[in-house]
């Protein structure tokens, strides 16, 4: 079993900042490429941000320059540092996390429980 546990949600006003975690635990062999993903009311899940094993990222157009995607192998934890939250980034945020199990070959991607993200004054 392999479990992502995702904190650091809240209400922010705009401008502001919020830090994201998602701490994988369970059993796991290997972890690959981690990510954010977001999915407003009425709206498809997007991605935010993502980061491979040798630290390279990606972002979504909207959210370059403001937010920033990083990890800590030795904690199996993926972070997204927000900074100048506008309320168009309200929404619920998702972590998703390529595990390999033990003793198998493929990576399967995991996904975190959600934690809602409030832009507003």
């Known amino acids: 079993q392999v479990q992502l546990v995702e904190s650091g949600g809240g209400l922010v006003q705009p401008g502001g900042s919020l830090r994201l975690s998602c701490a994988a635990s369970?059993?796991?062999?290997?972890?690959?490429?981690m990510g954010w993903y977001r999915q407003a009311p009425g709206k498809q899940r997007e991605l935010v941000a993502s980061?491979?094993?040798?630290?390279?990222?990606k972002y979504a157009e909207s959210v370059k320059g403001r937010f920033t995607i990083s990890r800590d192998d030795s904690k199996l934890t993926v972070y997204l540092q927000m900074n100048s939250l506008k309320p168009e980034d309200t929404a619920v945020f998702y972590c998703?996390?390529?595990?390999?199990?033990?003793?198998?070959?493929?990576?399967?991607?995991?996904w975190g429980q959600g934690t809602q993200v409030t832009v507003s004054s």
């Open positions: 998703q996390v390529a595990i390999r199990p033990p003793l198998v070959h493929n990576y399967y991607d995991y």
């Open positions: 369970g059993s796991i062999g290997d972890i690959n490429a």
């Open positions: 980061i491979t094993r040798d630290g390279t990222t």
